[in-house]
């Protein structure tokens, strides 16, 4: 477990330009926390460091947004899925088992549908201090997600 602490919309953007820019053909971003407490952000992030430059806004209704980049993006947010086998009506195994990047917002809608290897980022706020402050967890699971967070930390 690895903790990375904000102090901005900006520089929690800059975090997932850095994590865009490692990714590779199939990896799955499970984004934990509160309403607001910046996931899509960090998902804006991770588009610019797969060279995409369109607004990245959360895919409310649809539940699932595609973007074309030096990988394809998948933006899930299914905050508001209510039974986890809605997620077979997106097809979402051709997407986490593709050649993109999946990224979800509020993972634990899909309960046990979700992946066995995974990298998890949990964003928090600090209570203690009112503002912008963040607390971003990292929990790698799986060899190659170990390997990923190992190489995040050394850039
Ligand atoms: N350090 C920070 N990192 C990210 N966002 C921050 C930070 N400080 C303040 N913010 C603000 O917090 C809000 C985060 O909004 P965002 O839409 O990314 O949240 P979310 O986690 O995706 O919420 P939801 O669950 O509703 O989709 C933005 O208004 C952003 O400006
Ligand atoms: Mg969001």
Do not use: C
């Not at 490692?22 to 934990?32: D, E, K, Q, V």
């Not at 998902?43 to 973007?67: F, K, N, V």
């Amino acid at each position: 477990m690895r903790e990375i602490r904000t102090y901005s919309e900006k520089e929690t953007e800059q975090l997932g330009k850095k994590i865009g820019k490692l990714a590779w053909p199939g990896m799955i971003i499970l984004l934990r926390g509160d309403l607001g407490t910046g996931k899509t952000v960090l998902t804006r992030g991770i588009a610019r460091g797969l060279g995409i430059d369109e607004p990245i806004t959360s895919p409310t209704y649809t539940l699932l947004h595609q973007y074309i980049g030096r990988l394809p993006l998948y933006h899930f947010d299914i905050y508001r899925l209510t039974d986890p086998e809605e997620m077979y009506d997106l097809d979402y195994e051709e997407f986490f088992y593709g050649q993109g990047v999946s990224v979800v917002e509020w993972p634990e809608r899909m309960e046990d549908l979700g992946p066995h290897e995974y990298l998890e980022i949990r964003i928090g706020k600090n209570l203690d201090h009112e503002g912008e402050e963040r607390i971003i967890r990292i929990k790698p699971v799986g060899e190659e997600y170990k390997k990923f967070a190992k190489d995040l930390m050394d850039i």
